[in-house]
């Protein structure tokens, strides 16, 4: 039988759509070794080739752009109302122009995390779709851009584009999506990393008395005053930040030799912002998360319940991120009951479903 040929489409809004499916594709190549790869994504190729290896193809990601973004928490609303505007006000170009596209590429199956046009040129070029996200971008917009008097359309040609797929693969913990037709729940979706504490605290240097916490914050890493933050008696922070502050009780996550998710596998806590992949890492792994609220994101309390189930978690507010006001939140975070962490199972069972599509 001829290779089979898988295109993945992935939104641009972030690291985090790819960091959600690359897990599924790696495992997907154990079930189909000879599967030819197209992803369509403006990640940077050594960011996924360093996480599923060189063999596969990088393409435009298209015209998807999710919300119109100020800084990594803040939706420009009216910019994105009016940019989906005027994606939806030649909807039939829209979606004749993804349909060539994906014609040219001629795959046997679509895979979206989770561009809508891309799912619609799928349908009329009768290219077979299956959607994967804990969210959808009809149900984003419904929640900022509702308002409008054009949403009610948009909404409709959004929900019909994703209700083409064959199935929306709904991976724990996610959005409600009221609106789909074709759901899928699976389990969680997370790559745990190696749990490396004894190198770790040999590395830097500490006994087992100093607690190790990592400051997890992607783009809004630039937005927390390191400098002015308070000394947390019997901690130490390795921070992810481009330039960290020079403090004796802050490291650069970048001077030491182990991989990010080795890095969060073998501290004692996260600090960081709501988002599926950190969330999942430190529920599947037990480790304790203190996350800054992001009270408009309406995917935000769906995350932080299931967190909660989890691991010991709370929320604080940006403000009290920022200034590191967080020394009662540690204190009442160690009291807290240890819940049973999460199986990351999300992982198999969307491989198992695509592999059955391609076979």
Not at 14 to 33: C, E, K, W
Not at 87 to 103: F, I, K, N, S, Y
Not at 140 to 148: A, D, E, M, S, T
Not at 281 to 300: K, M
Request: hydrophobic share 40%.
């Amino acid at each position: 039988m001829a290779s089979r040929h898988l295109f993945v489409a992935l939104s641009p809004h972030g690291y985090g759509h790819a960091a959600m499916t690359l897990p599924v594709l790696d495992a997907l190549r154990t079930r189909i070794p000879d599967l030819r790869l197209t992803i369509g994504t403006r990640v940077p190729r050594e960011w996924i080739a360093a996480r599923i290896g060189e063999a596969f193809d990088l393409v435009d990601s298209g015209r998807d752009f999710g919300m119109v973004m100020g800084s990594a928490t803040e939706v420009r609303v009216e910019e994105s109302a009016d940019a989906y505007a005027r994606l939806h006000r030649d909807w039939d170009g829209e979606v004749d122009g993804e349909a060539r596209r994906l014609a040219r590429a001629a795959p046997d199956l679509l895979l979206a995390n989770i561009p809508y046009t891309t799912l619609a040129g799928a349908a009329r070029a009768g290219i077979p779709s299956v959607a994967l996200c804990s969210l959808n971008w009809a149900g984003i917009y419904r929640r900022y851009c509702g308002h409008r008097p054009e949403a009610p359309a948009v909404l409709a040609q959004m929900e019909a584009a994703y209700n083409g797929a064959r199935l929306f693969l709904r991976p724990t913990p996610a959005m409600p999506m009221e609106g789909l037709s074709r759901p899928r729940d699976i389990g969680p979706l997370a790559r745990l990393g190696r749990d490396r504490r004894d190198e770790l605290r040999e590395l830097l240097g500490v006994g087992e008395g100093q607690r190790l916490g990592l400051l997890a914050f992607g783009g809004l890493d630039g937005d927390l005053d390191l400098e002015a933050w308070p000394v947390h008696p019997g901690w130490l922070w390795v921070s992810g930040q481009s330039r960290p502050a020079e403090r004796s009780d802050v490291v650069a996550a970048a001077s030491l030799p182990l991989p990010f998710p080795d890095l969060l596998r073998s501290c004692d806590l996260i600090l960081s912002k709501p988002g599926y992949g950190t969330f999942v890492e430190a529920g599947c792994a037990g480790i304790p998360l203190i996350y800054s609220r992001r009270d408009d994101w309406p995917e935000e309390p769906h995350l932080g319940d299931w967190l909660r189930r989890h691991t010991r978690a709370a929320a604080v507010g940006p403000e009290r991120m920022r200034r590191g006001d967080i020394g009662e939140v540690l204190d009442r975070l160690w009291e807290m009951p240890v819940p049973e962490p999460a199986v990351p199972s999300g992982i198999d069972e969307a491989a198992d479903i695509l592999a059955e599509f391609l076979a």
